[in-house]
Structure formats: structure tokens, C-alpha cells
């Protein structure tokens, strides 16, 4: 009760703020998405995410050395993969010399203690641009399953530490799960996207992998964003399917559904700052409207105290660098 309790007391000075303090950030809170290209010396900036680049398997190698050298101990792999090798199918997904498998292996021989996480759905190697195989129109839910743990497996084989499935197709968790243990790889980790929404701020992403859905929209597979029940079941299903982390993305519109989901499980969470998030703040900073450091560690402490134990971020360099 006011006076003999003043809660002001403990915000005298930062020092004493920093004592009471209740969320930190450290670098084991991030996972760094990188892009990978074709070619040699190509470091290109991607219009739509101001100071984020896709880099060539030898510019690859020098940015992992840095991460690790910062701290940063894991990386989410995506590929953009060039236009004459995209099909119905997915075929170059599963090439066990493609972008992708050479990027992981590239990762592993340069650095192996980091964590390497890779993308796993469709929408890169389709030549209609989404997640799962089309067919008359729609996208078809259990032949995709059969592609994408394919794909997990070329994964494995090729070094990944963790697949991480972004399709969300149903049962595509099991189908993947189940491909590993026959095979023999027990120890490879699945984070699964389990509560993605359809969400309009995938824009700046696509650009950079040329991965926009050529017809339609994505809404019969991703999350309607208005619904927060369908996010706990769909993450309840994917840990039963053998999922060992869950994810929800994008970030700062569903804190809500992150803290439901960490108040529900009993497995890590991660969540995704996503390529709009990060180009908003970018272009607000480059007006001059917001600082552009102090909004962007609000953020990713935001993220962290809704409930997030992991965070892929674009700005997980910044961040650390700041930190540090």
C-alpha cells in the first residue's frame, strides 16, 4: 500500500533497473536466416530488407565465421533457387547436390558446432510458387507430405542439425518423423511452424527467394489470423506427430498466441521477427520517425517476454552487437 510501498524505489538508476530486470537477451536467443544463391563473390542486397543480403556458397562461409565469432550459434538455411530448375513437383529439392544440401555441408565444413536449420517446403523449388504440389487448382495435402520428408531426409543426410517445416500441411510432421527414424537418423530435431498464419507481411521474404505464389493466396494451408484456439491445437498435433520445437510466425501481431502456446507446452517455442516486421522498422528509421536501435531491442525483448525461447531474426546481428 502507497506510501510504504513505492514501486518507483527499484527504477531509481539503471544499475538497480538492471538488478530487478526480468527478461534478457543474450546471443543463444537467435537463430540468423541466411540466403543462399548460385554463383561465386555474389553478395546481393535485397531491395525490400535494407541491409540484408543473399550470399554465394564462398561469401557462405565468411558470414558463419562471423556469426560464431559473435556468439550467434544457429542459422536457418533458405535458398533461392533460379527459375529453369523449378517444377510441380520439387524435384531439385531433393537433388543431394543442390543449393541447399551444398549450403549445409558448406556450413558444417566451416564451422561445425553451429546449429544449422533448414527450410523445408515447396514454395522455392515450385514452379507455381507454394508450398505443396498443385493439382487441378489446389494444393494436395499428402503427396506433399511425401515430398517434403523427402526432402528433410536429403536434409539429414547432408548434415542439418534440425529440419524445420514451413508448409503447414497436415500430418506433414509424422510423414517427416517417421521417414527419419527408418532411416536411422534418431538424433535430427524437427522445429515445426505449427502456428503460421497466412499473414500479409511475407512480402520483402518472397522477394528475396523469387517465392511469391504464382495463383491464389496461401490462406487453405496457413492460419486465418483471426483465429488463437486453431493455433494451440495445431501446435498440440505437431508435437504429438514428434515435433521438437514449435514455432509461431510471424511475431509482434501474435504475442498473444505466443504466450498460449508456452503457457500449453512443455517443449521450446520459437518465434519469427519476419522480413516485414524488420522492413517496417528499416523504413521508419530511414525517415527519421522512430530510432531504429532502441524500437528494434523493445521488439525482441517484447518477443522474448511473451514467451519465445528462440527467435529468428533479421536483426539478430544488430542485436547482438548491441548487447554485447
Known sequence: MFPNRRNRRLRVNEALRSLVRETWLTPNDFIVPLFVVDGENVKEEIASMPGYYRLSLDLLKQEVKELWGMGLKSVL?????????????GTEALNANGL????????????PGMVVMTDVALDPYSSYGHDGIVKDGKIINDETNKVLAEMSLSHAMAGAD????????????LAIRSLL??????????MSYSAKYASAFYGPFRDALDSAPGFGD????????SNRLEAIKETMMDIEEGADIVMVKPGLCYLDIVREIKNSINVPVAVYQVSGEYAMLKAAAEKGWLDHDAVMLEQVTALKRAGSDLIASYFAKDVVKLIS
Open 77 to 89: 538455411v533458405f535458398v533461392k533457387v533460379p527459375d529453369n530448375l523449378k517444377d510441380n513437383l
Open 100 to 111: 541447399m544440401q551444398t549450403a549445409i555441408k558448406t556450413i558444417k565444413d566451416t564451422v
Open 162 to 173: 534440425l529440419v524445420a517445416p514451413s508448409d503447414m500441411m497436415d500430418g506433414r510432421i
Open 181 to 190: 527414424e527408418k532411416e536411422g537418423f534418431f538424433d535430427i530435431g524437427i
Open 218 to 225: 496461401k490462406k487453405t494451408y496457413q492460419m486465418d489470423p
